[in-house]
């Protein structure tokens, strides 16, 4: 699946996002699974951040990221997860269906 966010109007451009998820044909065709197994790419485009200083220079940010959608915040990596739940408490919870 593709997908591009759409921001709101009024912010300064460039702002940009493309996403594609990636997940096996027969996952997901599969209506007993209660999430899908995925994994995902994207490309973002922004102005400078204003931490970064850049002041009137041209020119703006790019990046790419990618990553997967665990099934349980266990599968995290023991050290990464010990520093999120120091540094993100509130973002380390899971969501309950």
């Known amino acids: 699946m593709n997908n591009d966010t759409v921001y709101p109007p009024g912010l300064s451009a460039p702002r940009a996002q493309s996403q594609t998820m990636f997940v096996s044909t027969d996952k997901f065709n599969d209506a007993d699974l209660p999430r899908l197994p995925s994994v995902f790419s994207s490309t973002v485009t922004m102005p400078w951040q204003e931490w970064m200083e850049m002041g009137d220079r041209p020119g703006h940010l790019l990046w790419h990221a990618a990553g997967a959608k665990l099934g349980s915040i266990d599968e995290l990596p023991a050290d990464y997860r010990k ?14 269906q």
């Open 83 to 96: 520093r999120a739940e120091a540094e993100y408490p509130e973002r380390m919870t899971m969501a309950r």
